[in-house]
């Protein structure tokens, strides 16, 4: 049996099979599929949008240190199961946090970054065998000399 996700993936791959191309846009895959009769989503609620609208504003808000200058992350979160076992995503404010929230969130955000490094670590080694008559692409997890570097170089364009 096959997910929603799966045959849309089917759909990506017959999408460039018939253009044959490298390259492609979303929407030109979306309007293939809506002219070969796939039915068009139906609306999501407009609570769940501006829900989902508000925590991508949360997302993104960057506040500066003051004593550093250096940017952090405003807002932060972690999950937690409602009384009738639904995930829900709570927010908090980094400045307002508790060591408790800060422990929860971080860890998130960590495991978050773990999970794109292992992937995009499998990407690379996939295409690294699939063309062995080119020089290896490699990939680099330990990412504490860029960290410093960025850490540092902002400190000298602040000065």
Avoid: C
């Avoid at 949360?58 to 009738?84: H, I, M, Q």
Wanted: glycine share 4%; charged share 30%.
């Amino acid at each position: 049996m096959s997910t929603a996700a799966q045959r849309r993936q089917n759909f990506i791959r017959f999408f460039r099979e018939k253009t044959g191309t490298k390259e492609w846009n979303m929407r030109d895959v979306a309007e293939m599929a809506q002219k070969m009769g796939w039915p068009l989503p139906k609306q999501a609620d407009p609570l769940d949008l501006l829900a989902k609208q508000f925590a991508d504003a949360a997302g993104e808000e960057t506040r500066e240190d003051k004593v550093t200058k250096r940017p952090y992350k405003a807002n932060l979160n972690f999950t937690k199961r409602s009384g009738d076992g639904k995930q829900l995503w709570l927010w908090f404010d980094v400045d307002d946090a508790t060591r408790h929230q800060m422990v929860k969130g971080v860890r998130l955000y960590r495991e978050q970054m773990v999970s794109e490094a292992v992937i995009a670590v499998n990407t690379v080694e996939h295409w690294n065998r699939h063309h062995v008559d080119q020089k290896p692409l490699p990939f680099v997890t330990d990412l504490t000399d860029d960290v410093q570097e960025r850490l540092h170089g902002a400190e000298k364009r602040a000065s």
